[in-house]
Nanobody, 120 residues
Framework: QLQASGGGLVQAGGSLRLSCAAS??????YGWFRQAPGKEREFVAA????????RYTDSVKGRFTISRDNAKNTVYLQMNSLKPEDTAVYYC?????????????????WGQGTLVTVSS
């Protein structure tokens, strides 16, 4: 089971750190996705089992950082320089596959989502 937290209201240019707690331990690949009102769910970032590899969508490169702490069974998404267009519900997801996929269908387990609102 995945439990996402850390969302909230922040002004443009601010920062938030999202957390995703994984009961039963962290294994496989983890990803963050987001879904804005009226839009499809989109890939944000993913991290490999050993944290040796990461992948980001172009719009967040240089601003967001995904990381994982396997000892704490937690995956993080540090979000800096937030923009109003980052406003969305953010979901963490877990894949038992071996690639950093950007497709939601590649992830078998999902958290409940946490809302991030960036005001201008």
């Amino acid at each position: 089971q995945l439990q996402a937290s850390g969302g909230g209201l922040v002004q443009a240019g601010g920062s938030l750190r999202l957390s995703c707690a994984a009961s039963g331990g962290t294994f496989g690949i983890y990803g963050w996705f987001r879904q804005a009102p009226g839009k499809e769910r989109e890939f944000v970032a993913a991290v490999s089992r050993s944290s040796s590899a990461t992948r980001y969508t172009d719009s967040v490169k240089g601003r967001f950082t995904i990381s994982r702490d396997n000892a704490k069974n937690t995956v993080y998404l540090q979000m800096n320089s937030l923009k109003p267009e980052d406003t969305a519900v953010y979901y963490c997801a877990q894949s038992t596959g071996g690639i950093l996929s950007l497709y939601p269908s590649s992830y078998q387990y999902w958290g409940q989502g946490t809302l991030v609102t960036v005001s201008s």
